[in-house]
């Protein structure tokens, strides 16, 4: 016979987990028995009241903690502000300011608006004049003179403040000295020796800008012609060795035709041995390079797999693999499966758990709508990580449907919310009403009514 945790009433009624006779006992077990006050910090009772737990130990302690949020708090910090800053005087008409925020400066509007320039008496100024009375304040608050460091000759030099426009990085001598000089007459052209028009500025070099791209295009071509020029006299024949011709063309391993013939028509010997077992060849043309078969497959295998991979283990139980598996990474689908799932056991179990989900929602003919784990985290984060019913963040939470799917309810966003193990498996597929209340599920009610009859 199992007992309540709580009252420790006979609870064998209920589903196998249960720990509670009722809804309440759940509550009063989770529910702390001793708060704090948030006001003086001393522990209290808590009492037996339903709703959320109290923050203050007394009414009085929470008509202070009120009264300090409160707008007279605020005036008396303001107030005290002032009395600690001492008494200040308007900057116009010399008013005491006291009774007036911690940080004014004048006593009233009036005091402000002449401290600012302006007139009550006169009308409104238009845009041009506000632009142009902003122009002189800025200009007023200018220096009369700067003091600049020249960037070329470091040499200090002095600048009018009230210019307008960004400050020179050089002084008036370095600004001469880079100036372009104006030519008098034309020079000629370094690319068909025609004279350079004075328009084109004092810079140019070129008549016309096609002529500047013709020589420049045949100066490219010039500077790669000596650039391979050069890499080619270095080549030497690939069977006699002498120095190939810098003309030859650059892709050539021979000097002449006499050269290439030898390299590739001259017969070998027919005692040549195998080049992967070392064995006689007499048997074999000239050019093989293997006595047979075996050899050859044995040699392609090398070349395409090699050594190194024959004896490589399987990357998650270390037993070596066969040379038919030599380049893979495990030795089965099972260990590659079990692989991942140790790599990812949050989105295996996630995955399960909505696997879960859909088929019990296809059994009972309810909709499906897609969710993600994206759309999960978002609905987790929204409740705080907690369970939706009991508050419980300590343990893991599950997927519960608010509207059970045997009795309705859609498999989507709209009907989940996190909830713990406990509340999850006590709720089972009554709605929140009948779990609240304490009714049994509808199918022990059906089972029931077949008893009594």
């Not at 708090?73 to 502000?81: F, I, S, T, V, Y």
């Not at 402000?112 to 200009?139: C, F, V, W």
């Not at 000097?255 to 070998?268: E, I």
Request: net charge positive; hydrophobic share 25%; with cysteine.
């Amino acid at each position: 016979m199992k007992r309540c945790a709580a009252c420790n009433a006979d609870i064998s009624h209920r589903h196998g987990l249960a720990k509670y006779c009722s809804d309440a006992c759940a509550l009063e077990a989770r529910r702390p028995a001793v708060l704090t006050c948030q006001e003086c910090g001393a522990p209290f009772a808590r009492p037996s009241r339903p709703g959320a737990p109290p923050r203050y130990c007394s009414e009085e302690h929470r008509a202070t903690a009120a009264a300090r949020q409160s707008r007279s708090h605020h005036a008396a910090r303001m107030k005290e502000l002032r009395l600690h800053r001492g008494a200040r005087r308007c900057e116009v008409c010399g008013t005491e300011i006291n009774h007036l925020k911690a940080y004014a400066k004048y006593c009233g509007q009036q005091c402000r608006y002449k401290a600012q320039g302006h007139d009550s008496h006169r009308p409104a100024m238009s845009h041009e004049e506000r632009l142009e009375r902003r122009r002189q304040r800025r200009a007023a608050a200018r220096p009369v003179s700067l003091t600049l460091q020249c960037g070329s000759c470091w040499n200090s030099f002095e600048h009018p403040g009230a210019q307008k426009g960004r400050k020179p990085q050089d002084c008036q001598s370095c600004r001469e000295l880079k100036k372009p000089k104006v030519r008098s007459e034309p020079i000629p052209c370094q690319g068909c020796a025609l004279p350079v028009p004075i328009d084109r500025g004092p810079l140019a070099l070129y008549c016309s800008t096609g002529c500047q791209a013709a020589t420049n295009n045949s100066a490219q071509m010039e500077r790669r012609k000596a650039e391979r020029r050069t890499a080619k006299q270095e080549r030497q024949c690939a069977v006699c060795g002498e120095p190939i011709d810098v003309e030859e063309h650059g892709l050539r391993k021979y000097c002449g035709r006499g050269c290439w013939y030898r390299a590739n028509y001259t017969p070998k010997s027919r005692d040549h041995s195998c080049t992967w077992c070392g064995g006689s060849m007499h048997h074999r043309s000239a050019t093989a390079r293997f006595c047979g078969q075996p050899c050859y497959l044995k040699a392609q295998y090398k070349r395409k797999v090699g050594t190194a991979l024959r004896s490589r283990p399987c990357t998650y139980c270390g037993e070596a693999m066969p040379l038919s598996t030599a380049n893979r990474l495990f030795c089965s689908p099972r260990c590659s499966r079990r692989s991942y799932f140790v790599e990812n056991r949050e989105k295996v179990r996630a995955a399960k758990r909505r696997g879960n989900h859909q088929r019990r929602a296809m059994l009972a003919n309810a909709k499906r709508y897609r969710v993600t784990e994206r759309d999960l985290a978002r609905l987790w984060g929204r409740y705080g990580r907690a369970c939706a019913y009991c508050g419980e963040k300590s343990g893991p939470l599950h997927q519960e449907h608010i509207v059970p799917l045997a009795r309705g309810g859609d498999d989507g966003i709209g009907n989940l919310a996190p909830a713990c193990q406990e509340c999850n498996l006590a709720k089972g597929d009554r709605t929140i009403m009948e779990w609240r209340l304490g009714k049994k599920s509808p199918r022990y009610r059906v089972a029931s009514q077949y008893t009594e009859c």
